[in-house]
């Protein structure tokens, strides 16, 4: 860390001067004359830097440094002295912020700089902290956050555009199976018959699967402002939409009291009937029971969605929200495997988390967590960047 002790005593008599002359808006007041501010910051006068000073700014002695200072603060510098001197004349005291500087060998460091005035009359001390490389590192995360971004938009697009030109011609051969499997009926032998059976049924399949991954592209593709969601109703909503798979299947649906969250009722809406729905339908032979409930943890809503079923493998708790990935055969339990996609994209879309803790033969447990609306009232909305 390099460290300065400057003298500002003449800095401050002329910011009191300027007071006295019936300068308020101080920041304006430098913004708009540079002079006076060149001005002030040749009357800051260095009394001592450290060693370390030298090596950061790559110079061969004190007495350089101190002499030859604007070889440092360079015409870069200089939005730093309009915010330093505004902080002086408005009492901001410790102030920091962050500034471009210049090495003796002409090196760009990006810098915090900060000043804590010390008790004894108008002397402050100085910190400037070499911040260049952390903020390299950052300018490199972005850049590829952004292309992560763009890339999976393109994927989703893709996504989009292959699953909804697909289903033209899977509908023709949908409906001309159809029509041979009606005008051959008793025509051709059961062989035949069978194979034709098979095709309508794959393509019927196929339909399914297209379906949903139009539904997994297009999830989180509109962006509707973030709503207020009383989540206890949106649960008896969805009970209430479920109703007649309940009812086949003997099922229990119940919950706890639940909180209101901010974020997209239609989506999350989605999530719990695919939650909701997977907990009845991987059952074993007793009553289908599944129980929603809601923790507070650390500024977020943990949700919970219980069922005592099958339970899945530990190896598989991750492979599980993959798009596709099944665990068993359809004649075992139906389904696309496309399911936890969407609801971990719902969840990913409301800034949460989602996983699951589970045991064989016992039932299992998902979790998501979505953000919990702040103290004073004001919501967190989601930060939508999902594309289409
Ligand atoms: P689908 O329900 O169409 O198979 P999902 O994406 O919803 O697709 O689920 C993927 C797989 O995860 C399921 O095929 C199943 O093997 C497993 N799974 C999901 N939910 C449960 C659950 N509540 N209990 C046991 N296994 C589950």
């Known amino acids: 860390m390099v460290l300065w002790e400057e003298d500002f005593t003449e800095v401050y008599q002329a910011i009191d001067e300027l007071k006295v002359q019936g300068v308020e808006d101080f920041r304006t007041f ?12 040749k009357k800051i006068v260095i009394l001592d830097v450290n060693e370390h000073a030298l090596r950061v700014f790559e110079c061969p002695s004190k007495e350089a440094l101190l002499t030859g200072i604007d070889r440092i603060f360079v015409a ?41 005035m010390l008790h004894d009359q108008g002397h402050g001390l100085v910190t400037m902290v070499d911040i260049s490389e952390r903020k390299q590192m950052e300018e490199e995360l972005r850049t590829v956050n952004q292309e992560l971004r763009r890339s999976n938009s393109e994927l989703e697009q893709f996504a989009y555009i292959a699953s909804h030109d697909l289903q033209e011609p899977l509908r023709k051969i949908r409906s001309f199976g159809s029509l041979l499997e009606r005008s051959c009926a008793d025509q051709v032998d059961d062989l035949t018959s069978k194979y034709v059976a098979s095709m309508v049924n794959s393509a019927k399949r196929m339909q399914l699967l297209i379906d949903d991954l139009l539904t997994l ?32 299947n003997n099922a229990e649906v119940t919950h706890d009291s639940l909180p209101e969250v901010t974020g997209d009722r239609t989506l999350l809406f989605q999530a719990l009937q695919n939650l909701i729905g997977n907990g009845v339908k991987f ?21 919970s969605v219980r069922d005592n079923g099958i339970g899945i493998e530990s190896k598989y708790l991750k492979d599980i929200f993959i798009a596709f990935k099944r665990l068993h055969g359809r004649s075992a339990y139906p389904g696309t495997g496309i399911g936890l996609a969407i609801v971990q994209k719902i969840v990913d879309y409301h800034r949460g ?11 299992s ?15 967190t909305p989601p930060d939508v960047h999902i594309s289409q």
């Open 283 to 303: 059952q074993r032979d007793i009553t289908p029971r599944v129980h929603i409930s809601a923790r507070r943890a650390d500024g977020e809503w943990v949700f």
């Open 365 to 379: 447990t998902f979790f998501f967590s979505l953000p919990v609306q702040s103290a004073d009232g004001s919501t």
């Open 76 to 116: 870069e510098t200089y939005p730093l002295f309009i915010e330093q001197l505004t902080a002086f004349a408005e009492g901001v005291d410790p102030f920091s912020c962050e500034a471009y500087v210049q090495t003796f060998t002409g090196k760009r460091l990006h810098i915090m700089f900060s000043v804590k």
């Open 30 to 41: 430098f913004t708009e004359n540079p002079d006076v501010v060149a001005e002030l910051a």
């Open 353 to 363: 988390r989602i996983w699951v803790e589970s045991t064989v033969g016992e039932g």
């Open 217 to 248: 592209s297009r999830t989180g593709a509109t962006q509707r402002a973030p709503q207020r969601v009383d989540c206890a109703q949106l649960v008896e909503d969805v009970i209430q939409a479920m109703a007649v798979s309940l009812e086949e």
